[in-house]
């Protein structure tokens, strides 16, 4: 049975074994694939961003990580980044993550989400972000450089909580 609970300081190693591969791969993430374990925790990990982790058996099979889009004036709207063990994908770990994760940001009082770099190429996250009621508001040509189909177009996907 897959839970749902806030990451702890120790759970990084496993969060790492999980970020790093998918960045490595160029082809989901802007983070650069030369991402180091200490940048990737700062990312992750640190204030305002909020991580948490799915488990399976005791065994972390995927992450997210919610936070503010943006400072200020725009801190109502919740940005979420997701990313699952590539030996428990299609299982409905990012599905859960996702569902759980726009209860979390309700409770901590978002009013939307928004996600601001989702790789057009990257269709099973499209396709499950817009099954969770996300749309796609807007569309920047050639703003992913995918290690193997060049420039590619980022999509920016929103829905409200």
Not at 3 to 10: D, E, L, N, V
Not at 66 to 88: D, E, I, W
Not at 129 to 144: D, I, L, N, Q, T
């Amino acid at each position: 049975m897959l839970k749902i609970r806030p990451a702890r300081t120790t759970d990084f190693p496993a969060i790492w074994a999980i970020f790093q591969p998918i960045v490595a791969a160029g082809d989901t993430y802007a983070y650069g694939p030369e991402t180091t374990a200490e940048e990737a925790r700062r990312i992750w990990m640190s204030a305002p961003a909020e991580p948490f982790v799915a488990e399976e058996e005791d065994r972390i099979v995927g992450t997210y990580s919610l936070k503010p889009n943006q400072p200020g004036l725009g801190n109502h709207v919740a940005n979420c980044a997701y990313m699952t063990h590539s030996a428990a994908r299609c299982r409905g770990v990012a599905a859960s993550m996702c569902e759980h994760s726009l209860i979390t940001a309700r409770k901590r009082g978002f009013t939307a989400m928004q996600f601001n770099f989702v790789v057009a190429s990257n269709q099973q996250a499209v396709r499950l972000w817009k099954k969770y009621g996300f749309a796609v508001v807007g569309e920047v040509p050639g703003a992913f450089r995918h290690r193997e189909l060049g420039a590619v177009p980022v999509l920016i996907m929103h829905r409200t909580l």
